[in-house]
T-cell receptor, first 116, second 114 residues
Framework: EPEVTQTPSHQVTQMGQEVILRCVPI?????FYWYRQILGQKVEFLVS????????KSEIFDDQFSVERPDGSNFTLKIRSTKLEDSAMYFC??????????????FGPGTRLTVL | AQSVTQLDSQVPVFEEAPVELRCNYS??????LFWYVQYPNQGLQLLLK??????LVKGINGFEAEFNKSQTSFHLRKPSVHISDTAEYFC????????????FGRGTSLIVHP
């Protein structure tokens, strides 16, 4: 079965540094998402992306965050200047989008970001 | 806005025993409901979903859930669990007429003991 992949599985960075989290969605999918889960808390929506632009974003997704689909296969989340509170598990997801309201979201295994 | 409450953060159970993981939601509009499972070091996998129709929904791995509109609940059940069911389980809700952005609960850790 096709799957969403994410790299790296674990990223450790110093506060203030830039990080890029990478995702490869399922190849024929059209909608892409980033979520995060701070340890012990809920999975929270960050941003959705369709047709090379952001379609929705949450309050969490402020100016320090950006997303990009640079080459038609990768989908990246960049955090420009990491803060301690950015430490979390970041999940990428994708859906095909043909029956958007009822499509199943496929999630990647996550990247654990630790900001020191 | 929607919200989801998973009442139990952890549910320990013995192998072959039945289990129920509780989920309550609140929403002012019609919703779709989902249960996801996360095995260690893996992503979230859809177990089952309720969109409309029969309130009893059957999913993968022998799980089922029942949508109860009057009690705003969507509890997940399995009649006999296996060690391999040990995982984190997340309940989620989306607006039925809106975009596909789920609101998740905090998760319930199911721990199956031999």
């Amino acid at each position: 079965e096709p799957e969403v992949t994410q790299t790296p599985s674990h990223q450790v960075t110093q506060m203030g540094q830039e990080v890029i989290l990478r995702c490869v969605p399922i190849s024929n999918h059209l909608y892409f998402y980033w979520y995060r889960q701070i340890l012990g808390q809920k999975v929270e929506f960050l941003v959705s992306f369709y047709n090379n632009e952001i379609s929705e974003k949450s309050e969490i997704f402020d100016d320090q965050f950006s997303v990009e689909r640079p080459d038609g296969s990768n989908f990246t989340l960049k955090i420009r200047s990491t803060k301690l509170e950015d430490s979390a598990m970041y999940f990428c997801a994708s859906i095909w989008g043909g029956a958007r309201k009822t499509d199943t979201q496929y999630f990647g295994p996550g990247t654990r970001l630790t900001v020191l | 806005a929607q919200s989801v409450t998973q009442l139990d953060s952890q549910v320990p159970v013995f192998e072959e025993a039945p289990v129920e993981l509780r989920c309550n939601y609140s929403s002012s509009v019609s919703v779709y409901l989902f249960w996801y499972v996360q095995y260690p070091n893996q992503g979230l996998q859809l177990l089952l979903k309720y969109l409309s129709g029969s309130t009893l929904v059957k999913g993968i791995n022998g799980f089922e859930a029942e949508f109860n509109k009057s009690q705003t609940s969507f509890h997940l059940r399995k009649p006999s669990v296996h060690i391999s069911d040990t995982a984190e389980y997340f309940c989620a809700v989306t607006k039925s007429g809106g975009s596909y952005i789920p609101t998740f609960g905090r998760g319930t850790s199911l721990i199956v003991h031999p």
